[in-house]
């Protein structure tokens, strides 16, 4: 059963983290000059904040989807929805800094949200700690959402 729970525990821990590997290689490749020629909001944070961030949810999204899984006896349901949401937060990355279409990925955004907001709800009938795991994730991203929506309307 121990090694059951270790093996799972790796595939969302692959699955979540290949979402951020390619969200920071698009990033990384893409990123510049377009990006620092933007006007910024005055809440944009610095640019170092965004890695230790988003490898800590990408942590919590993983430890949430996997005591989820493990304490609604393996619904694939809520990990269809979870691999979804991935998709989304994959995509964004690449729509903005890729194709550095601001609007659509405001758009995606939103999309996000509401997958995120579907999984904390399922997640918190299921478990509390994948709940609580859940809510910095949603917090951030609407702070981006913030930011997103700022940038679209000063450039």
Excluded: R
């Amino acid at each position: 059963m121990l090694k059951n729970k270790f093996i799972s525990f790796m595939l969302f821990a692959i699955a979540t983290y290949s979402a951020s590997f390619i969200g920071g290689i698009s990033t990384i490749n893409s990123k510049e000059p377009w990006y620092s020629s933007l006007n910024k909001s005055f809440l944009t944070p610095p640019d170092w904040i965004f890695a230790p961030v988003w490898t800590t949810l990408y942590l919590f999204m993983t430890i949430a989807i996997w005591l989820a899984w493990h304490k609604n006896y393996k619904n694939l349901n809520i990990v269809l929805i979870y691999f979804i949401h991935l998709l989304f937060n994959t995509t964004w990355s690449i729509v903005f800094f890729v194709f550095h279409n601001i609007s659509l990925a405001l758009v995606n955004l939103i999309v996000l949200i509401l997958f995120i907001v579907i999984l904390t709800v399922k997640f918190k009938q299921i478990s509390i700690i994948s709940y609580y795991l859940m809510i910095p994730y949603l917090l951030w991203s609407c702070y981006a959402l913030i930011l997103n929506a700022t940038l679209l309307y000063l450039n």
